[in-house]
């Protein structure tokens, strides 16, 4: 697990909380692993290579297992096979229908949703707390497994990466190579990216395809916009969306341009369930966890 240990010295700052670094034995490990990423790095030097499908999956466990180090799901299971239930669903209306997808709620309060590459989705307990609704829930999903069907995530790692190889004149960068910046080309980026977000066209892409996947999975074409207008009425400064606000454009500008790609196509699904009474017995599931 070449990825996990790779990206076990990402520091996640914001919601997410702090994760420890790579000392002692499992730093030890993970130098010797090194040698295993260097097909994948080979690839990020030359940028215009893609990573292969088993290396992006993988990634992204990496990714999943140090956010999950921070918040770990919430322990229940009957609350993260609904999510899943939800979620695969969405994620099978997608042009990727066959990665491994991985849906999971996580023990915080903040309100957020966090896509990695390969196909691992984690919404909030703060943001199932928010959602009304599982069409609502569906068009958060949908928004996250856009980003992992445009591979927003990996294709910005590998950019900052093949940046950070560039900037460090990275002569050993090279397969075959062992060293320290070949590892620091990929974990800088990784952990801005959960810190600091992705661009806003690839944040206001993934809430077009959400939208289509969402109504394509046979729910309410309405239910993101909604929790965007939830999440608009939601003040600025409030502690549990400061990463969320940090890390994606405004919600009210989101919507202003949800509603002008919707315009009127979506009007003839306006019938589409929204599935309230069966998400709301996952959330109260959820709250009655957290009480115990
Ligand atoms: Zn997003």
Same mark, same amino acid.
């Given at each position: 697990m070449n990825a996990r240990l790779l990206l076990c010295a990402v520091v996640l700052v914001g919601a997410v909380g702090i994760v420890a670094g790579c000392a002692g034995p499992q730093g030890q490990a993970f130098m010797d692993n090194i040698g295993g990423v260097e097909g994948l790095m080979k690839n990020i030097k030359q940028a215009t290579g893609t990573?292969?499908?088993?290396?992006?999956?993988?990634?992204?466990?990496?990714?999943?297992?140090?956010?999950?180090?921070?918040?770990?799901?919430?322990?229940?299971?009957?609350?993260?096979?609904?999510?899943?239930?939800?979620?695969?669903?969405?994620?099978?209306?997608?042009?990727r229908p066959n990665l491994p997808w991985h849906?999971?709620?996580?023990?915080?309060?903040h309100v957020n949703a966090f896509a990695a590459p390969g *196909?691992?989705?984690?919404? %909030?307990?703060?943001?199932?707390?928010?959602?009304?609704?599982? @069409?609502? /829930?569906?068009?958060v999903l949908g928004h996250e497994i856009g980003h992992v069907v445009r591979k927003h995530h990996l294709n910005a790692i590998r950019k900052g990466a093949y940046m950070n190889l560039l900037g460090a004149g990275a002569a050993g960068a090279t397969a075959g190579s062992r060293g320290g910046e070949l590892v620091n080309a990929l974990v800088g980026p990784t952990k801005e990216l959960y810190s600091r977000g992705l661009d806003k066209d690839d944040e206001f892409d993934a809430d077009r395809? *959400?939208?289509?996947?969402? %109504?394509?999975?046979?729910?309410?074409?309405?239910?993101?916009? @909604?929790? /965007?207008?939830t999440l608009a009425k939601i003040k600025a400064d409030?502690?549990?969306?400061?990463?969320?606000?940090?890390?994606?454009?405004n919600p009210s500008d989101r919507l202003d341009k949800l509603g002008t790609a919707m315009g009127t196509t979506f009007?003839?699904?306006?019938?589409?369930?929204?599935?309230?009474?069966?998400?709301?017995?996952?959330?109260?599931?959820?709250?009655?966890?957290?009480?115990?």
């Open positions: 990573i292969q499908e088993p290396e992006e999956i993988e990634m992204g466990e990496g990714i999943t297992e140090t956010l999950l180090g921070a918040r770990p799901m919430v322990n229940d299971p009957e609350v993260q096979r609904y999510v899943n239930f939800v979620g695969a669903w969405v994620a099978a209306q997608s042009d849906f999971a709620v996580n023990d915080s309060d *196909g691992y989705i984690i919404v %909030t307990k703060g943001m199932m707390n928010l959602l009304q609704n599982e @069409a609502e /829930l569906a068009g395809i *959400g939208v289509v996947l969402a %109504t394509r999975a046979g729910y309410d074409p309405w239910g993101l916009a @909604a929790a /965007l207008q409030d502690k549990y969306m400061a990463l969320l606000f940090k890390t994606h454009p009007d003839r699904f306006n019938d589409r369930p929204q599935n309230a009474d069966r998400f709301q017995r996952a959330v109260a599931k959820i709250r009655m966890v957290a009480a115990n």
